[in-house]
């Protein structure tokens, strides 16, 4: 039986401000990325976001971004590598607290918007962001984007020491060179829970996905993710879940799903 998890940025509210659907997604997923405080969610969120994970299994990693509230952390900023480091860092150890608090233990960090892109596009940001990571535990798992455009930040996270975990996007589209789609573009994301689903399950069962110009890309993934702040967020990650174990496609936590 194939095996794979199914992630959600989660947590990204900011106070009185709602962002995503996370008292009802986070009971089709199987991992949460938790927003943890400079591109979203404050300390109020980021604890009921972690008890609501603790309370039903679900799986807690830390989704650091750019110093960017505004921006909602996907504008490029200009930051040095050491800076980048010690946000990383800083922002994984705000998540931690809540954590300890809750007997969760921090299973893995996934970068969030412009950090992420940037980092799959820059081999010295995925550098600064997994050195970071390995400062703060180097049992912590890192999410790098599947296919040939994430090498730079698999080769990082494996020269390090760091276990990597290759992630996919059903609700994204693909560039030809197995880049994410600028959201500026129509159709970067996708909405229909259908077509979302059917790209999810091609992913797991034959590694592929298609790009916007109708090529099929190679990825391996050992997750997918949907994100939290998608209209039809709720309807994606339930018919992602429906189709994935209509097809025998077991979900598990990440870092347990490789068989």
Not at 81 to 93: A, R
Request: net charge negative; charged share 25%.
């Amino acid at each position: 039986m194939k095996t794979i998890d199914l992630n959600c940025d989660l947590g990204e509210s900011f106070g009185p401000y709602k962002m995503g659907m996370d008292e009802s997604g986070i009971k089709f997923v199987t991992s949460a990325n938790i927003a943890c405080g400079w591109h979203a969610g404050d300390p109020v969120v980021m604890d009921r976001t972690v008890k609501m994970a603790a309370d039903i299994g679900v799986g807690v990693g830390a989704h650091p971004g750019y110093p960017d509230l505004l921006g909602f952390g996907r504008r490029n900023m200009d930051c040095t590598l050491e800076d980048i480091q010690k946000y990383v860092i800083y922002q994984i150890g705000a998540l931690q607290a809540f954590c300890k608090v809750h007997g969760v233990r921090l299973k893995h960090v996934k970068p969030h918007g412009a950090l992420y892109t940037t980092a799959y596009n820059n081999e010295s940001v995925a550098r600064a962001i997994v050195q970071a990571i390995v400062k703060f535990d180097s049992d912590l798992l890192f999410v790098a984007l599947a296919g040939a455009k994430g090498e730079s930040m698999r080769r990082m996270g494996q020269e390090l020491g760091l276990k990597v975990v290759y992630e996919a996007f059903p609700d994204r589209a693909y560039t030809p060179d197995g880049s994410l789609e600028l959201r500026s573009k129509p159709g970067a994301v996708i909405t229909d829970p259908d077509e979302v689903a059917q790209r999810a399950l091609r992913m797991v069962k034959e590694g592929v996905v298609v790009a916007v110009d109708g090529t099929s890309i190679p990825i391996e993934a050992q997750t997918l993710c949907v994100h939290g702040d998608t209209p039809t967020a709720l309807k994606l990650v339930g018919k992602i879940r429906e189709t994935l174990e209509a097809n025998d496609i077991k979900l598990l936590p990440m870092g347990e799903n490789e068989a």
